[in-house]
Nanobody
Framework: QVKLVESGGGSVQAGGSLRLSCAAS???????MGWFRQAPGKEREGVAA????????YYTDSVRGRFTISQGNAKNTVYLQMNSLQSEDTAMYYC????????????????WGQGTQVSVSS
């Protein structure tokens, strides 16, 4: 069983930055952790993910070059540094994780955090 605790988020003006954190507890050896987001009226989408065992990363096209996912010194913690935020980035952001290796498939993410709101005003 894996428990995820998120922190960060908030409100920022367009062009600003925010950092999200997610700490996993439980069985976290070589865990894949990622961030998903869902805006009102839109489908949930995967934003970025990282496999802590391999160090490999995934980004959706709309955030590549602006967002960076990284692993903390405690290998069960990941950060999402969000720069050059745009109004389109406004959404509830969820940390998620799975123990199925380096797959990025959203259907594999079994464990979910409670979500943290990110609001970007233009």
């Amino acid at each position: 069983q894996v428990k995820l605790v998120e922190s960060g988020g908030g409100s920022v003006q367009a062009g600003g930055s925010l950092r999200l954190s997610c700490a996993a507890s439980g069985s976290t050896l070589s865990i894949t952790m990622g961030w998903f987001r869902q805006a009102p009226g839109k489908e949930r989408e995967g934003v970025a993910a990282l496999n802590t065992g391999r160090g490999t990363t995934y980004y959706t096209d709309s955030v590549r070059g602006r967002f960076t996912i990284s692993q903390g010194n405690a290998k069960n913690t990941v950060y999402l540094q969000m720069n050059s935020l745009q109004s389109e980035d406004t959404a509830m952001y969820y940390c998620a994780a799975h123990l199925l290796g380096g797959s990025w498939s959203s259907g594999n993410f079994k464990y979910w955090g409670q979500g943290t709101q990110v609001s970007v005003s233009s």
